[in-house]
């Protein structure tokens, strides 16, 4: 069951609180109860003011859950947190309570949230990853292998990170490019630079189709010394380059022997 109550909003000295009227509490079920808050601001401490009224008060929990998704659990009596801290105030808070023993009634007496006003959240660090787009590469067509280094969780600031080339493909086997909106590539130390809300750099490694027979390749490129982000889970991808020159015939053995019929 859902109860929408109407909320009163008092500014207080240190930041706001908001008043709700009760409402009974379903037998052997969870009843929630919404605050719609308008203000627009950053949570700092919170206190849920509550006064439960039941028979079995002992088998009801309580939560409360943030417009953003953050769920903190109470005592029936409720209290003091800091779980919200630095979320947005504005957007629908909601009062979880379970009765858990049947045939036990009760109901929510008073509410209410106390906010204070608190700071914005730090930024989020970026996250540097690299992944194959397109791991298949060949000689035949100069077929190039594709790798992509993206940036997330923040896309402000210039962030950098060093990109090495290991596997079995020398350098010579294949030609180097870089692109992206944004992206600069130093050849000589592998310093890939994104500027600021730059999210992605394309590396793509076009092979050399040379006349030598060799069995097919592989090259991998891994990520290291992020500066300005952190390295997420994926540092290094690899991709293989298939040769197309075949073997060339042995000679044949022995002395050749002419006849004359």
Known sequence: ATARVDIEVRPVADGYLYIGEGGAIADRSTTTFQVA???????????????????????????????????????????????????VAEGNWTLEVNDNRNRDTGRVTTWSLGMIEGEAPPPAT??????????????????????????????????????????????????????????????????LTLADG???????????????????????????????????TSTSASATIVDNDEVAPPPPSGTPVLDIA
């Not at 730059?198 to 030598?212: K, N």
């Open 37 to 87: 808050v308008s203000d627009n601001f950053f949570v700092g401490e919170l206190t849920l003011n509550l006064e439960i009224s039941h028979s079995s008060i002992g088998q009801v929990t309580v939560a409360l859950i943030s417009p953003e998704g953050t769920r903190a659990e109470f005592p029936v009596t409720g209290g003091l947190t800091t779980a919200f801290n630095g979320e």
């Open 126 to 191: 970026p996250v540097l990853d690299i992944l194959a787009t397109d791991a298949s590469a060949a000689e035949a067509g100069q077929d190039p292998a594709v790798f992509t280094v993206t940036r997330s969780a923040n896309t402000a600031g210039e962030v950098s990170v060093t990109v090495s080339s290991g596997g079995d493909a020398m350098a010579a086997d294949y030609g180097v490019a870089v692109t992206g909106s944004g992206v600069t590539w130093d050849v000589a130390t592998g310093l």
């Open 198 to 232: 730059a999210e992605t750099a394309v590396i793509t490694l076009t092979p050399v189709d040379d006349r030598e027979d060799e069995s097919d390749e592989t090259v991998t490129l891994t990520l290291s010394s992020a500066s300005g982000a952190d390295l997420g």
